[in-house]
């Protein structure tokens, strides 16, 4: 007898969304795509040709697809603004849950899902932060693990998108949450991860500019944006962000510790191609996010699935992607108002500063 | 109605059959692992725990698994010695086949091969050269072939593998054809693709020697060697091999043309990781070939299935597969003669240098 | 006729002083060292040694050597705090001065070379820069300078010093102005360089924790620092400065502009030799940071004494220095306060952030 | 009193003579220029406004600048073809001698230099090998010197210069002895340093093309080649050489051991900057011999210099220019017989193979 396969739906076939359902699809062994929630036609027009063939069923309204007979798991993989609300229904319907980050803009709408979720032990809920289930960030996590770089104390992470000339991030811009909820929150997240899920902020600061794109400061938004975020204990985490790299999509770490240091894609490679010519010697970068983490996203699939499965622990728990944006938000509010936020060794805002 | 899918056995589950089964199984939306054979009884232990949950009929007989109701190709991954054996078999019960390489260490015998497929031209019948389904081998041909380097004249390629000091290839030499044959059967493959697979061979001179296994002598083998062949047309490949690497399997190639220059994986790269440590900066290399090509299993699996599925063409002729065997064949007999050979331009040996 | 040379004279004859005073003895062909000061026995004994048998005259008494016949330039390498009194001397006596960085890590005094330097005006007067005359910094500068990378908008830049496990720089930190002063004026003055000399500063902001040695907080510095520098007209400039590094020294810089992206040493050198071991790929660094800038050293004593002989122009202003000093000093105070520092578009500082 | 300085003079002020005489006017603290030669009117002209205004003597006769009262060494830069002769003169005068390699291209004409020394043991007479004076090859040498590699088995290393569009080396190739004198000179060179001054070669092999000059074959030679030679005890290198590199000179060497290997400019560096551009990540690379080099030539001159004033070893034994050379016309004679050609264990040619 064939083992048993999680029954899965995907919400949202937008540029993530085709990718989740057809890793769901194709490339989860365990899993089974049973149904694809879409509301835009050009999309089901797509999932007609890619997904109904192999008996995915399609549908045009999510409480509907949430109904389809036997349905285990949910991937969230809509708009941000829906992310919060799909992921509640679901974990009301009983459904295991994987959304894509962030949760929400809001720190309390993510905390809300946080809440559902803890009404449904029983329930796989998480949040996809890719970057988790990269071969490179997980190799650097375990040495630092096991003490290769002796205390970690300073991170540095970076999240910068190839130039999109279209400037279509502008109008995306005024429901993101702001460069540092919308690409940093990755980086908060690793910094989290590195330094420990329970790590307490103690000041954040962010400055920024619009070197291509001044439209944006009319959403209070930035196009390069540099932040520090300082943890009681002595951990220290700067981030940079930017929609303008030329070479590439550029997201890279560096956890520096009392002995070692690690980086984690500090020269970025798309083959293993160089070209050696009149102008110098050359190599290719990925161009996008997908290029760089797309075995990530399938491994992300793969684990889900094994977790809901066999009933075991996910990677990490899902209140830090609450923690995330709440950092987030607030090197967002910092580059508004030009001022450092404190917080006390409770995690609380505070007026004053602790030196 | 879900696609129909290609009914695929393995025979052999040896290190590389095991690899291909689960491919198959997991990871080849396309296809469907019906049976597998093997006569060793770890190996049939293994499959009844990894395969047999999953539908797959565990054979230990080869011509039963021929049998298989509905099945429709084979790959053949046991030991070199009956490749070709098992292949012209599952040709003869008019199955498809992607037989591991290389067909055979003996000239005569790789061509029967041939001879066999071409009795049965609606088959597909490939022989497994791994690097040509690697992304970074592709990407560098396709420069070529869009005329980035001018015209190719040099090719240099290596396949290195970690030493193992178990001595494990010692006694393996004697079935393997030679390190020659064994190894660098890719990377005469590669200058066969790169150059042009009707490239015709003008001279191969090879030397060898011994420095960490001397018994290797006695089957007339060496653990390092250097050959070089020239192509008629002003082309010349040379290639080096060892059992001896210290930091990981390191297969790289060179291509230098009139204008330019493409290197593949001169820089190995394990993960994006890089450790700065007071010995200096650092980075590791995947240990095996399999660390190096998982990827481009998994593309040669789904590429042969949907060859046969699709009646569409192999990215490359059968016939070729036994011009690199005739190369390899030549260098091991160079290097064990201490002479250059010499071919006319109809590629059949000469007496005679042609300058 | 042999061509005239430079008759310099070497203050301090310390670490750096006697490397001073070496380039300028061997490695300058258009100057001669005729004398030194140093009022330490040990440095006087390895003048005797290294300087005097090639007719360096050794004083240990500044003003003495300053009276040296003939003497028309001094290289001031003593420690910081008697950096602008010697400088200020040495003008006054007529001679071309060449000052190790920073003039003071006070900014009025500071201006006082300045100021001291305009009395003067046809004495090159330069501060020791050493970045500036490094040939990469200024292929980078070069490259942006032609527009390779449209307009500049970030620019990131760290000075970490490779551990020292003696802790000397514990007692060193309260002199040394704290470690924005000390390591950061370099990349400080490297924004000045790449941004344009006249750049207003609008903000500044640090955050610093102490890693390897807590003691550092008596003399209100830390061992890890990050700073953020905004500059008006829309430009961003962000700081790392370390004393732990396990690796040796690594300085780099990389400036990112609104079409292409230039690094400097991201990837260290020592030499261009690469291990292949058990653990990996491995190639070392270069330790110190006079490994890293060896070069550098020389290229700026032969310019500084080209500018002197043939008065053709310095590099750079001397103004810069102290701009780079008021920067450096700002991020200092602002680690202290735990506040952002604000400027007008005078340069003068405000209370208020101006978004 | 200042310390003696060695009297040089400088035969040849083509582009390494001038380059020679700069390095001993300039950069060699020991060292004086007194006088140079050169029977070339724009060579002279060059002279007289970078040599003779700081007291150098220009000669246009040989025998005349021998005459120079004082000198007491001599580089020898001119064309290969008089390279042997001056050099003999200039030991029957009783000068130290620095000669451009290759000694000749002629085994016999190279050994009588050798013998001519060795009637002057006072005298220090060397080959300007210059890769046995950077860094890079001495840190790789001292490696493997202090067992970082177990037993050194496997040599590459190659010469590939810069494409010369104007096919100046065309006319070149008539007195430059081929290929494998003209470039390989120096890794046959490498390979007896690494494997041992005393290494016996036991087989020598080479093939060439002529991929972008094909009139060289007029002069017997090609524009790429490779050749492997064996020597007795087990070690092996092989060496490639080319005239029509893209991106620049590329000489590099790896030399795998037993346990490790090392490479040697396996990845060229001409500045540290990387260039990030819609096209990838770029650097540039040395265009010419002497930009990978000069500070090798240099570090030559300089202890060159000491070992004639302090009567100290020079790095290397004048007989091992000889060795090179022996082997280089081998390689060039089994290039154009198309035959491998033997040695016995006393390095005496032999029809034979041994195996």
Chains 1, 2, 3, 4 share one sequence.
Not at 195 to 209: N, P, Y
Not at 239 to 262: K, N
Request: charged share 25%; aromatic share 8%; proline share 5%.
């Amino acid at each position: 007898m064939a083992p048993r396969k999680l029954q899965v739906a995907c919400s949202g076939l937008g540029r993530m969304g085709a990718r989740h359902a057809l890793h769901f699809l194709n490339r989860t062994p365990r899993a089974e795509l049973v149904a694809a929630f879409t509301p835009e036609p050009s999309e089901v027009a797509w999932a007609k040709i890619h997904l109904e063939p192999s008996g995915v069923t399609i549908c045009t309204d999510y409480n509907e697809m949430l109904r389809h007979p036997g349905l285990e798991a949910v991937v969230v993989a809509t708009v941000t603004t829906v992310h919060a609300e799909q992921a509640i229904k679901a974990i009301q319907a009983n459904k295991h849950v994987l959304c894509e980050k962030p949760l929400s803009t809001s720190v309390e709408i993510s905390q809300s899902v946080v809440d559902a979720s803890k009404t449904k032990p029983h329930l796989k809920v998480t949040c996809g932060f890719s970057r988790r289930f990269d071969t490179s960030y997980r190799d650097a996590f375990d040495r630092m693990d096991s003490d290769a770089i002796g205390r970690p104390s300073i991170f540095r992470s970076q999240t910068c998108d190839k130039l999109d000339p279209s400037g279509f991030f502008v109008e995306y811009a005024q429901f993101s949450g702001g460069i540092f909820v919308d690409c940093n929150v990755h980086d908060i997240d690793l910094a989290l991860w590195y330094f420990g899920q329970d790590s307490i902020v103690k000041s954040v600061v962010a400055t920024g500019i619009t070197a291509v794109q001044p439209e944006l400061r009319k959403y209070k938004d930035v196009d390069n944006g540099v932040g520090i975020v300082e943890f009681w204990g002595g951990k220290l985490a700067y981030f940079y962000s930017s929609r303008m790299m030329a070479a590439g999509q550029h997201d890279m770490a560096e956890i520096i510790g009392t002995e070692d240091e690690l980086s984690i894609n500090a020269n970025p490679i798309g083959t293993l191609v160089e070209m050696s010519e009149p102008t110098g010697i050359r190599r290719e970068s990925p161009p996008h996010y997908y290029g760089r983490f797309e075995q990530a996203f399938v491994t992300e699939a793969t684990e889900f699935t094994a977790a809901c499965l066999d009933d075991s622990k996910l990677p990490f728990k899902l209140s830090g992607a609450v923690q995330a944006v709440k950092i987030g938000c607030a090197l967002q509010e910092s580059l508004n108002s030009g001022k450092k936020i404190y917080f006390d060794e409770t995690g609380r805002r505070s007026e004053k500063a602790a030196l």
